[in-house]
């Protein structure tokens, strides 16, 4: 696949747990018509020594496409091995432009970012800009794991945050 030079890059993301009682340090939220997205990430966690952030949007999990996948279904397939997880994102804005150029973002595309625990192999970005918003997600009250802001936010937004799971 030849991709213009200007392609945003998708990062996979290799999410590593050092214990089995420790959480990935994420929430995952399914809104409509945005499918499944990264809510808060903690700080220090796992998943933010991978590289998630919040906003990102998920393409992928452990190498299979989730396009079209229940909330449910990619939780499971978050938890099939319990102590890591691969997750293929990209940000709304690079989620966008692939979907304007009318161009499916999968594993197995040439410009992907590798990143593991505290460290980025394969190809790398220069661009590290993690407080970068694009006016979506919604704000961050949503995200506020097990709280009553993110409870009130979900019954009040019903049509539009689907599902949200804390990993």
């Known amino acids: ?14 999410v590593e747990k050092a214990t089995h009682d420790q959480e990935y340090g994420y929430n995952l ?3 409509r018509g945005k499918d499944q997205f990264v809510g808060t990430v903690d700080k220090g ?13 998920i393409f992928a ?15 499971e397939r978050i938890k099939q091995d319990p ?13 966008n432009w692939y979907k304007e150029h009318n161009i499916t973002i999968s594993p197995t595309m040439p410009n992907l970012i590798r990143i593991s625990k505290d460290g980025e192999t394969g190809r790398h970005s ?13 704000p961050a009250a949503w995200y506020a794991p097990n709280g009553s802001a993110a409870k009130a936010v ?14």
């Open 1 to 14: 696949m030849q991709l213009p030079p200007d392609a945003p890059q998708p990062r996979v993301c290799l």
């Open 29 to 31: 939220h399914a809104e």
């Open 45 to 57: 966690s796992p998943a933010e020594h991978a590289g998630l952030r919040m906003g990102d949007r």
């Open 61 to 75: 999990v452990n190498g299979v496409s989730i396009q079209g996948e229940t909330h449910k279904k990619v939780v």
């Open 83 to 95: 102590m890591r997880c691969e997750l293929l994102v990209i940000e709304e804005e690079g989620a």
């Open 126 to 138: 220069t661009n590290n800009n993690h407080e970068k918003s694009s006016g979506s997600p919604p």
């Open 154 to 167: 979900l019954v009040r937004n019903y049509d539009t945050l689907v599902s949200h799971s804390t990993l």
